[in-house]
């Protein structure tokens, strides 16, 4: 499975963007994505994930960023989105998507749990 990131940008604190990870070479339906976020200096951090199409498709997010992010995605297109909201500078980071299988709802946070992971975008949230 080879992924995608894109959609990153410029913009001021308080304001939207979507990000996108499209998939190519798999069936993407069967794959738990998850969004991951490494700023300057500082580890990489699970920013939320979605399930499989097979395992419900639930999502699981973070304190940081819960109420604000919202991940969804189309199997149809091979993509999942992660719409962030009311950003902050803190919010400033590389976004990766990354995606695995056959995992249970409390392993989506965990980084070692994915086998394929997209060149990542970068989001900038100016003050």
């Known amino acids: 499975v080879q992924l995608q990131a894109y959609g990153g940008g410029l913009v001021q604190a308080g304001d939207s963007l979507k990000l996108s990870c499209s998939a190519s070479?798999?069936?993407?339906?069967?794959?738990?994505v998850g969004w991951f976020r490494q700023a300057p200096g500082k580890e990489r951090e699970f920013v939320g994930g979605?399930?499989?199409?097979?395992?419900?498709?639930?999502?699981v997010y973070p304190d940081a960023v819960k109420g604000r992010f919202t991940i969804s995605r189309d199997n149809a297109k091979n993509t999942v989105y992660l719409q962030m909201n009311s950003l902050k500078p803190e919010d400033t980071a590389v976004y990766y998507c990354?995606?695995?299988?056959?995992?249970?709802?409390?392993?989506?946070?965990?980084?070692?749990?994915?086998?394929?992971w997209g060149q990542g975008t970068q989001v900038t949230v100016s003050s």
């Open positions: 070479g798999g069936t993407f339906g069967t794959y738990t």
């Open positions: 990354a995606a695995g299988q056959n995992m249970i709802l409390s392993s989506v946070a965990y980084q070692n749990r994915y086998t394929y």
């Open positions: 979605i399930r499989s199409r097979q395992s419900g498709g639930r999502t």
